[in-house]
């Protein structure tokens, strides 16, 4: 039932990359096969083809627009989806923060979407604790850690009747989300350049390699939770027509409880801080809005601001959709910003257009969608 086995972000930092050589047919001997191939293609059409004749008959081009999206490989569909997913957004860094920014093809000035800013390192140290008190589950959670290295939109489908014979374009619409939000989480975690909890203490000792890069998104929080927030908007709109996000909807429920264990899977592991999770919540669920008003056309982006700085707490996502976390009191006042809320959405909810070309393959998933949901 694996969905994108491989796809899944930091799963390539694992050492597990299946590169050992003995997961299948060795690179050798593809290339002899191959030249083999080549080979009997050249003499069987030396054989056949005869003298030259003038083509009777000129194509014209291809016709311009998204329907020539199907005429292209998946790979190259990806590509094209993802350059268009990513254009016109843009990084603006502080020395301890970064703003994610957008702006449309008709828009004069960029609009803030989502500004993150570092905890401290003595909140990291604070909550190495909680890393440590974790571990206490890695036996119960071995098998469900190994898998999420590879894959966890296995864990995502098992909320619905998903598989990838049946909706091809809801997977690749899947992968492409994947792939654009790693782009970004790098950008960020580059940006914000936190440490993992291994640096902090030599009692984590974690049960898998950390990732070459920072802790702060985590990136498996980032990912699950922009691809649950996805999915649900196509099953609701699938099976009630809504745009709108309905927290008491059991396939909602079961979407969140699937991500947020994804994501606490990593602090069991020992690779993440709960504040990580918290972030890449944060991310993943402003980067859903984003993607799903550029590929529908439907629905708002709201611009998201994440203050990590006197964080101590655990992950639920719950509290991440209430907004309920609140900072220390001391971080507070050095930030000089009221209320003390960790999470805060900041002004008027934005409208982006959509893309004609995500248009198109959100078109297509939406309808393999409603065959599902029926």
Same mark, same amino acid.
């Given at each position: 039932?694996? /969905? ?67 005429? /292209? ?15 016109? #957004? ?83 619409? #899947? ?58 908007? #196509? ?10 996000? @309905? ?7 079961? #979407? ?28 993943? /669920? ?32 719950? @509290? ?55």
């Amino acid at each position: 039932m694996a /969905w994108l086995s491989g796809e899944s972000g930091e799963s390539g930092e694992s050492g597990e990359s299946g590169e050992s050589g003995e997961s299948g047919e060795s690179g050798e001997g593809r290339r002899v096969r191959a030249s083999s191939r080549a080979r009997a293609l050249i003499t069987s059409r030396e054989g056949v083809v005869g003298y030259w004749n003038q083509p009777s008959h000129t194509p014209d081009h291809y016709t311009a627009g998204p329907e020539a999206l199907d005429r /292209w490989s998946r790979d190259v569909r990806l590509r094209i989806f993802a350059g268009e997913l990513l254009s016109g #957004l843009v990084y603006d860094e502080g020395e301890t923060s970064i703003s994610l920014q957008y702006r449309g093809r008709s828009d004069e000035t960029f609009t803030p979407i989502v500004h993150m800013i570092r905890p401290n390192a003595s909140d990291f140290a604070e909550q190495a604790a909680w890393v440590f008190n974790y571990a206490a589950l890695r036996m119960e959670r071995s098998s469900e850690i190994l898998a999420e290295l590879h894959d966890f939109t296995s864990f995502l489908g098992l909320v619905g009747y998903w598989n990838p014979s049946r909706s091809p374009h809801t997977a690749e619409l #899947l992968a492409l989300i994947l792939q654009v939000t790693t782009t970004i989480e790098m950008r960020v975690k580059h940006a914000l350049t936190c440490r993992r909890p291994i640096e902090y203490s030599p009692q984590i000792q974690p049960m898998i390699q950390t990732p070459g890069h920072g802790s702060l998104p985590s990136g498996h929080a980032t990912e699950s939770f922009a691809a649950a927030f996805v999915i649900n908007a #196509l099953m609701r709109k699938a099976r009630t027509g809504r745009d709108d996000v @309905d927290a008491t909807d059991p396939v909602f429920v079961q #979407l969140m409880r699937h991500a947020e264990r994804i994501a606490i899977n990593r602090t069991v592991a020992g690779v993440h801080f709960p504040v990580d999770s918290v972030a890449g919540m944060v991310l993943g /669920w402003t980067l859903a809005e984003l993607f799903i008003a550029r590929c529908s056309g439907c629905g708002q982006v709201t611009m998201r601001k994440f203050d990590g700085r006197g964080f101590n707490d655990d992950f639920r996502y719950d @509290d991440v959709l209430a907004m309920s976390y609140r900072r220390s009191a001391a971080a507070n006042v050095a930030s000089e910003q009221g209320g003390g809320g960790a999470i805060i959405e900041a002004g008027t909810p934005s409208t982006v257009p959509a893309s004609p070309i995500l248009q198109h393959l959100w078109t297509q998933a939406l309808a393999e969608c409603r065959l599902i949901v029926g």
